[in-house]
């Protein structure tokens, strides 16, 4: 038993030494150098590497100008409010970012009442914005559009999506993924029409 717990002990010894360090100490928060690339990274990094360190590093990348550095310093500390309304601020302005971040906000109930209809009328003002999104960005929204219209059990729009996705993305994660979507889509529909 004591050399089965060693054997154990040795494995996962070696297992973590040959993984490195996961944070980078010689980056410094100060630095005047620094980039809001860098701040946003380590803000990102923190999050599961430097815990103790996310809120000192995602203020640092939202005060360079990364506001999306919000979403895990609400989710750290439980509380949305900056969020919700730096988003609903930028939404003004018809920025990308703010479509996506509110629509997942109403989506899933974190921080706002469950709205699925406002998430969905956000997910398609944001196909039609005058931006130029790459055919994956847009299979995305369509991809999260389907997965919103199968909360509220609308077969035919799930089905909508899903075809536009297979028909748009390269991604071969978005094709699996719309194909799934789209079969759901049509054993419901196929099963109402009996």
């Given at each position: 038993?004591?050399?089965?717990?060693?054997?154990?002990?040795?494995?996962?010894?070696?297992?973590?030494?040959?993984?490195?360090?996961?944070?980078?100490?010689?980056?410094?928060?100060?630095?005047?150098?620094?980039?809001?690339?860098?701040?946003?990274?380590?803000?990102?990094?923190?999050?599961?590497?430097?815990?103790?360190?996310?809120?000192?590093?995602?203020e640092k990348a939202y005060e360079m100008g990364y506001?999306?550095?919000?979403?895990?310093?609400?989710?750290?500390?439980?509380?949305?409010?900056?969020?919700?309304?730096?988003?609903?601020?930028?939404?003004?302005?018809?920025?990308?970012?703010?479509?996506?971040?509110?629509?997942?906000?109403?989506?899933?109930?974190?921080?706002?009442?469950?709205?699925?209809?406002?998430?969905?009328?956000?997910?398609?003002?944001?196909?039609?914005?005058?931006?130029?999104?790459?055919?994956?960005?847009?299979?995305?929204?369509?991809?999260?559009?389907?997965?919103?219209?199968?909360?509220?059990?609308?077969?035919?729009?799930?089905?909508?999506?899903?075809?536009?996705?297979?028909?748009?993305?390269?991604?071969?994660?978005?094709?699996?993924?719309a194909k799934r979507q789209l079969e759901s889509a049509e054993r419901h529909l196929s099963?109402?029409?009996?």
């Amino acid at each position: 038993m004591i050399k089965a717990i060693a054997v154990l002990l040795a494995l996962i010894s070696s297992t973590l030494i040959a993984a490195g360090p996961r944070w980078d100490h010689s980056i410094k928060i100060d630095d005047p150098e620094l980039t809001v690339e860098v701040a946003a990274h380590q803000c990102h990094k923190s999050l599961i590497n430097a815990p103790e360190l996310l809120e000192m590093w995602c203020e640092k990348a939202y005060e360079m100008g990364y506001w999306s550095a919000l979403v895990p310093i609400s989710l750290h500390t439980s509380d949305g409010t900056r969020l919700v309304a730096e988003a609903k601020e930028r939404l003004k302005n018809k920025e990308p970012s703010a479509y996506t971040t509110l629509a997942w906000l109403y989506g899933s109930g974190q921080f706002v009442k469950k709205d699925i209809a406002k998430a969905i009328a956000l997910r398609e003002e944001l196909l039609v914005l005058d931006k130029s999104f790459t055919p994956n960005q847009i299979a995305a929204n369509h991809m999260k559009l389907a997965d919103l219209y199968i909360q509220e059990r609308n077969w035919k729009k799930v089905a909508i999506h899903a075809k536009h996705v297979l028909k748009h993305t390269q991604s071969n994660f978005q094709k699996k993924y719309a194909k799934r979507q789209l079969e759901s889509a049509e054993r419901h529909l196929s099963s109402n029409e009996l």
